[in-house]
């Protein structure tokens, strides 16, 4: 039997699995991201005939497959985000994808050069690749379809920031990327190109082409046809034509796709939010996300088992802990400082601050641009922290966000009481 038929095979049984297990696994603690890595695990321990994922993970073929997870995710993540767009309205995600992420990499950048002794470019990098936070794995911390009633600050916060913090962490990747290539330069000119190329430019870039984009689609879609006799959009696959329209024609122009797919994404949402077109186009992109995601999952779980994690030491397992359970909590409260958000809230979204697949694409770019002495040590280092955090917050996720969302319950109608009270009165 071929390897490409086997393959065929499970990626075709754990799609259709999708179609019952999340709402299975409700009644438990697992998450299914959890659930399919353990699968992934235990396909490669059985005597199939599989290609064999590298342990280091070949970055030719991991970057088109984790680049094409997370720009489909975000285009989801994007369509079903209701809230307008004000500062007031986005003051928390906003500040999670600049203080909260800066330390963050900063946090994990002195602990990869002091503890690990990597050279800057290799700490750096890893503290660029582990600061941003997952929209393939987070679904259970963030909002549901468009569909669904109005989303609370925690969801809405941790939604907004895995939408923009994966192309907030790009100039970050790029300046590792440069730092390395610049080692054997003997002026600073790379400063200055970093700054106006990599942060400055790049990221004008993707917010403009995918405001464009985003707008276009949007005339196209909900306004055209109430003024002319232009047919009405009516398939949801429109969404993954968008994603990779906005996400090309940025990159094309050397700009960020990632930020342009999710501005493209909530600038379309913002046209006729209650419309159930947004609701088709979102469940598509959905579905696609879930089988790209069950397959990467599994590939992630059988890379596993063939070596990934063999270069991990105790300094690197300890400072991935750190990350998990100091690091993003602390930096979480202190960029939240002064929103307004009660302390509960602030420390479930600096806790949920879920790594996976954006992790994997950062750093197999990077490694596929320049040679890293530390590449070894880096992937084994960001798998493990992505296997925790998988199981870590796979395991808590649910549990926490019923106590938040019962506790909001109660404080509502306690505040209804009151109201009522006072009218009586």
Known sequence: MSEYIVVLTLVGLAALSMAWVPALLKRTIISYPTLYLLLGIGIYLLPFELPRPDPLW????VVHLTELSVIISLMGTGLKIRRKITFRNWRVPLRLVSVT???CIAGVALLGWGVLGMAPAAAILLGAVLAPTDPVLAEQVQVGP????????????????AGLNDG?????????????IAAEATDGSWIRDWLLRDLLYRIVAGVSIGFLVGRGLAYLIFILPKKTNFPRAQEGFLALSATLVAYGVTEMAH??????VFIAAITMSSFEPEHEYHTEMHDFVNQVEHILMVTLLMVFGGSIVFGLLNFLTW???????????????????????????????????????????????????ALARVSFA?????????????LVSIVLHGLTASKAMTYLDDRRERME???????????EV
């Open 146 to 161: 468009p569909n669904e009633e109005e989303e609370d600050d925690v969801r809405f916060s941790l939604t907004a920031e």
């Open 168 to 180: 907030m962490a790009f100039p970050f990747t790029w300046l590792a990327v440069v730092i390395a």
């Open 374 to 386: 530390e590449a070894d040590q880096l992937w084994s280092v960001v798998g493990f922290i992505v």
């Open 58 to 61: 070949q970055e030719d073929y």
């Open 315 to 365: 300094q690197g397992a300890v400072v991935g802990l750190l990350l998990l359970f100091v690091i993003r909590p602390l930096a979480g409260m202190i960029g939240m400082w002064g929103t307004g958000v009660s302390v509960r809230e602030k420390w479930a979204i600096s806790f949920f601050g879920i790594r996976g697949i954006g992790s994997f694409f950062y750093l197999s770019f």
């Open 101 to 103: 992420m800066l330390l």
């Open 255 to 260: 700009g960020y796709g990632f930020i342009a």
């Open 413 to 423: 109608k306690k505040l209804h009481k009151q109201e009522e009270s006072v009218r």
